[in-house]
């Protein structure tokens, strides 16, 4: 029996094609139960995709009526969107349309004093070319990038199950730097602050090209850095509770960075059970 409260799934492919690992939890006819702060409850068969294989069950995360939302409250009260910002790049900045290949290690384990990825290269990673150009990925630079706000909203795709899905996650297409004689905007970092109640039980899957890093209380939680097609990696919360300094009750904040550093094509799609969501201003 494996209890879920939360799965994120995030998909996304490039030049080098599908290449998705497990995304979704729970497998075939696995029976979900649990509870949590504010009388939520789980329960369900979980679902799930291997290998681009096709899904198995049904999603029931949280009773039909339970609302979903942090502490008991209900569902409409939930804030169901993820506000951020993308970044636009030129073609021509040296991490990007650069070499192609899977790089973990990127950045440090935990965020620096600003709020921003600390880059690990010593000097260099084989996808990127030292820290001050990395350093340029998701802070506001004259003459070096463009911001735009960008917000993605939320939909109910099955009970208890919240979904964003967007098979051509181009979304500053002729804007800033323009496409370059491209069919899109390939060249841009999108970055996300949010906050939310760990209640226990969560497990958060995150599929995507190029880069990904994904932090929970300032603590690296996922690494899929470089220029590659779609690759996954799961957090299983209550497992890794410890490592990330995190208990049951508490809020805590998620940080996400992403990248799209190459053409050809860009696929985004987050699946959750979280209904609710904090947001927090982005430091420039």
Known sequence: ????????????????????????????????????AGGRAAGGEGTGTA?????????????????????????ADCAREL???VRDFKIEHPDFQFVIGVDPGIVESQLGADGKP???????????????????WYRTTAGVNLEFPLTISLTESAPGVFTFDDGAFFPIDG????????????????????????????????TGDD????????????????VHGPLSQTIDLDAQAAELGI???????????????????????IDTSIACFDEVPIPR
């Open 1 to 36: 029996m494996v209890a879920l409260g939360a799965v994120f799934v995030i998909a996304c492919s490039s030049e080098s094609g599908t290449q998705l690992a497990v995304v979704g939890v729970g497998g075939a006819g696995a029976d979900a139960t649990g509870s949590a």
């Open 51 to 75: 290998n681009g294989g096709a899904g198995q069950g049904t999603s029931t995360l949280f009773p039909a009526g339970s609302g979903g939302g942090n502490e008991g409250g209900s569902s």
């Open 83 to 85: 506000t951020g910002v």
């Open 118 to 136: 600390v880059y690990a290269g010593n000097p260099t990673t084989p996808t990127t070319n030292g820290a001050a150009s990395f350093d340029q």
């Open 175 to 206: 804007q800033g730097f323009g496409n370059e004689g491209n069919p899109h905007n390939y060249h841009f970092t999108f970055e996300i602050r949010a906050e939310f109640v760990y209640q226990g039980g969560e497990v958060f899957t995150f």
């Open 211 to 226: 880069d990904l890093f994904t932090f929970i209380n300032g603590r690296l939680a996922i690494d899929l850095g470089g």
């Open 247 to 269: 208990e049951i009750g508490e809020t805590y904040p998620l940080d996400f960075f992403f990248a799209e550093r190459h053409t050809t094509m860009s696929n985004f799609r």
